[in-house]
T-cell receptor, first 115, second 116 residues
Framework: GAGVSQSPRYKVAKRGQDVALRCDPISGHVSLFWYQQALGQGPEFLTYFQNEAQLDKSGLPSDRFFAERPEGSVSTLKIQRTQQEDSAVYLC?????????????FGPGTRLLVL | AQTVTQSQPEMSVQEAETVTLSCTYDTSESDYYLFWYKQPPSRQMILVIRQEAYKQQNATENRFSVNFQKAAKSFSLKISDSQLGDAAMYFCTYRGGMNAGNMLTFGGGTRLMVKP
């Protein structure tokens, strides 16, 4: 059983460039989460999907951030016109049904550096 | 909004010894869940232990146990017989109940170093 995978693992972007980060959750997992982890800090919630429905996007820091999960499996986090403050590790997590006591299974993250 | 505070940025323990990592949280909810997640260097975050707020009994998973003090909103992690592989960042984490938001709220983390 494969775990959560993310690609690319590392991304260097020039300021103003658009980037797309991909997450492949564990097969069959209904819930999918995106978190942003700045250097030396704990992850912070960005957005949450239940199947293809984006049920919570309260953590997205600006309208430059957009996430989708069109078929209820793979998800993409897109950042438009990247800024230096977007530099962080972006973590994806999935869980079987989304109930509160469930373990969230994390991917290895995508480390984004904006120059 | 819920907050999670880890007051120890770094901790050090001798191999085979016991160490306790501290965590406090703030919430107005009565139904919630607490977790400790471990993030080894350059590796994926994994769950160490979970505690349901409605359970009075402290959770235990092999060498890992918690001291859950609901009234004090305290949730510490004790690691017994520390091993070199325990070296990692440890995050105290909160999640609300069924009617709350679905996200995890993380503390700032405690870096645990294990000395051979």
């Amino acid at each position: 059983g494969a775990g959560v995978s993310q690609s690319p693992r590392y991304k260097v972007a020039k300021r103003g460039q658009d980037v797309a980060l991909r997450c492949d959750p564990i097969s069959g997992h209904v819930s999918l989460f995106w978190y942003q982890q700045a250097l030396g800090q704990g992850p912070e919630f960005l957005t949450y999907f239940q199947n293809e429905a984006q049920l919570d996007k309260s953590g997205l820091p600006s309208d430059r951030f957009f996430a989708e999960r069109p078929e209820g499996s793979v998800s993409t986090l897109k950042i438009q016109r990247t800024q230096q403050e977007d530099s962080a590790v972006y973590l994806c997590a999935s869980s079987p049904t989304g109930t509160p006591q469930e373990t969230q299974y994390f991917g290895p993250g995508t480390r984004l550096l904006v120059l | 909004a819920q907050t999670v505070t880890q007051s120890q940025p770094e901790m050090s323990v001798q191999e085979a010894e016991t160490v306790t990592l501290s965590c406090t949280y703030d919430t107005s909810e009565s139904d919630y869940y607490l977790f400790w997640y471990k993030q080894p260097p350059s590796r994926q975050m994994i769950l160490v232990i979970r505690q349901e707020a409605y359970k009075q009994q402290n959770a235990t998973e092999n060498r890992f146990s918690v001291n859950f003090q609901k009234a004090a909103k305290s949730f510490s992690l004790k690691i017994s017989d520390s091993q070199l592989g325990d070296a990692a960042m440890y995050f105290c984490t909160y999640r609300g109940g069924m009617n709350a938001g679905n996200m995890l709220t993380f503390g700032g983390g405690t870096r645990l170093m294990v000395k051979p």
